[in-house]
C-alpha cells in the first residue's frame, strides 16, 4: 500500500465539514503492546445509517482494539465515496441503497450490509396531491441516492417516468432549502431531510415511500470497500469488519444509546436523530449471517440490481455472489 494524502470538503445534514485526511499506509501507530496498527479510511454520511457505526466504534474504541488507526472522514452521498475508492483515496465508505449500482457494476465490493430502510419519500408542496400531479413540475433529487431510487419507482407505478417531469439535480442539503423557499414543487428525498422540511413547510405532501414497494425492492445499505484494497489486504479487511460487526450488535441491541452517540458525533438534536432511526431495521451480525446462509441477502440485492437495469442505471450488473463478498463478513465472526 502507497502513502497517500486526500482532502476533501463534504457538507454534512446539517453543516459544512472541511477535512483533512491522510490516506493508507502499511502501518500506523503502535497497539499497547507495540504492534503496529493497520491504518485505513473509512467514509459515512452524516445520518443515522451512515454514522451510527461509527459513533459506536468511536465510544467503545472498536479500531484501538481491532489493532486499526482509522480516519473517517465524512461525505454528503455514497457516488463521491465509490469514486474515492477508485482512486484510492478511501478504502471502505458507506453508501445507502441508491447507489448501489456501482457496486453492481464493479466499482467496488460491497464487505458487509447495514439495514434496510423505510425513510425514503417523495415529498411535494400543498395542492400537489399526486405522483400523476406531478407532470411537468420542477422535482428535486440527489442523483445516486435513495430518493432517485424512491421518485424512478414511484412515477414507473404512475405510468410515468423522468420524461413527464422538470428533474433537477440537488444535493441533499440544497433540495431542503429549495422545498423551503418554494423554488421546487417537490422531491425525492428521506429522513431526516424530511424531519427539517416538515418543520418550514407543515402542509408537506408525502406521495409515495417505501412500503409501497415493499414486495419488488428491498432499500438495504451497505458497507463498500475499494476493490484493490479487499484482494490485497484481507487481513486488514477482516479486522475492519470486526469493528463492523461489533457495532451493528451493539446498535441492534442498544438503540437508544446508538441514537444518542449519532447526535453527539454529528452535532444534530436527538428527537431528530431518532426519527431517522425509526424508519429503518437494524440487524445483528450474526441475523445478517443467517440472512446470508438462507438466501436473503442475495434476494435483496437480485432485486435492486434488476431495479437498477430498469431504471438505466446498468445494463449487465454482476451477480451480488460477485460484488458482495459474504464471505469476508462471516468469517470475521469465527
Same mark, same amino acid.
Given at each position: 500500500? +502507497?502513502?497517500?494524502?486526500? +482532502? ?9 465539514? #472541511?477535512?483533512a485526511?491522510t ?6 501507530d ?8 493497520? %491504518?485505513?479510511t ?9 454514522a ?8 467503545? =474504541?472498536? $479500531?484501538?482494539?481491532?489493532?486499526? &488507526?482509522? &480516519?473517517t ?6 457516488p ?9 483515496d ?6 445507502g441503497?441508491?447507489?448501489? $449500482? ?29 405522483i400523476?400531479?406531478? %407532470?411537468?413540475k ?7 441516492t ?9 412515477? +414507473? ?9 422538470? *428533474?433537477? #439535480?440537488?444535493? !441533499? ?6 422545498m ?6 417537490a422531491?425525492?428525498? $428521506?429522513? !431526516? ?5 416538515? +418543520? ?6 408525502i406521495?409515495s ?5 415493499? =414486495?419488488e ?5 451497505? @458497507? ?13 479487511? *477482516? ?8 457495532a451493528?450488535?451493539?446498535?441492534a ?10 447526535? %453527539? ?7 431528530? /436523530?431518532k /426519527?431517522?432511526?425509526?424508519?429503518v431495521?437494524?440487524?445483528?451480525a450474526?441475523e ?11 434476494s435483496w ?6 431495479? @437498477? ?9 454482476e451477480? !451480488?455472489?460477485e460484488y458482495?463478498?459474504? &464471505?469476508?463478513?462471516v468469517?470475521?465472526? *469465527?
Amino acid at each position: 500500500m +502507497k502513502s497517500r494524502f486526500f +482532502k476533501r470538503a463534504a457538507v454534512a445534514v446539517a453543516a459544512v465539514a #472541511a477535512l483533512a485526511l491522510t490516506g493508507c499506509s502499511a502501518s500506523g501507530d503502535a497497539n499497547a503492546d507495540g504492534a503496529a496498527k493497520d %491504518k485505513v479510511t473509512f467514509g459515512y454520511i452524516a445520518d443515522f445509517n451512515g454514522a451510527s457505526v461509527h459513533a459506536v466504534a468511536q465510544e467503545l =474504541n472498536l $479500531w484501538e482494539k481491532y489493532g486499526l &488507526d482509522a &480516519d473517517t472522514p465524512v461525505f454528503t452521498n455514497g457516488p463521491l465515496q465509490i469514486q474515492a475508492l477508485g482512486t484510492e483515496d478511501l478504502d471502505f465508505g458507506y453508501i445507502g441503497p441508491g447507489a448501489m $449500482w456501482m457496486p453492481a457494476k464493479g466499482d467496488a465490493k460491497v464487505v458487509s450490509v447495514n439495514a434496510t430502510g423505510n425513510g425514503d419519500r417523495v415529498i411535494a408542496q400543498a395542492g400537489i396531491n399526486s405522483i400523476e400531479d406531478l %407532470k411537468g413540475k420542477k422535482v428535486a433529487v440527489a442523483e445516486g441516492t435513495s430518493g432517485d431510487m424512491i421518485l424512478n419507482l414511484a412515477l +414507473k407505478k404512475a405510468g410515468m417516468s423522468l420524461d413527464d417531469v422538470d *428533474k433537477v #439535480a440537488m444535493d !441533499p442539503g440544497t433540495i431542503v432549502a429549495a422545498m423551503a423557499s418554494k423554488q421546487i414543487d417537490a422531491a425525492g428525498l $428521506w429522513y !431526516p431531510l424530511i424531519s427539517t422540511v416538515e +418543520k418550514q413547510v407543515p402542509d408537506l405532501e408525502i406521495l409515495s415511500s417505501n412500503e409501497d414497494f415493499e =414486495n419488488e425492492v428491498a432499500f438495504a445499505s451497505g @458497507f463498500v470497500g475499494a476493490n484493490k484494497f479487499v484482494e490485497e489486504n484481507p487481513e486488514t479487511t *477482516k479486522k475492519v469488519l470486526q469493528v463492523v460487526r461489533e457495532a451493528l450488535d451493539y446498535r441492534a441491541e442498544n438503540l437508544d444509546e446508538t441514537i444518542e452517540l449519532t447526535a %453527539k458525533l454529528m452535532k444534530l438534536d436527538v428527537d431528530t /436523530v431518532k /426519527v431517522d432511526a425509526s424508519n429503518v431495521t437494524y440487524y445483528t451480525a450474526e441475523e445478517l449471517d443467517q440472512k446470508i446462509a438462507d438466501g436473503t441477502v442475495d434476494s435483496w440485492l437480485t432485486g435492486m440490481n434488476d431495479y @437498477f437495469v430498469s431504471a438505466d442505471k446498468v445494463t449487465d450488473p454482476e451477480s !451480488p455472489k460477485e460484488y458482495f463478498t459474504s &464471505d469476508l463478513f462471516v468469517g470475521a465472526g *469465527k
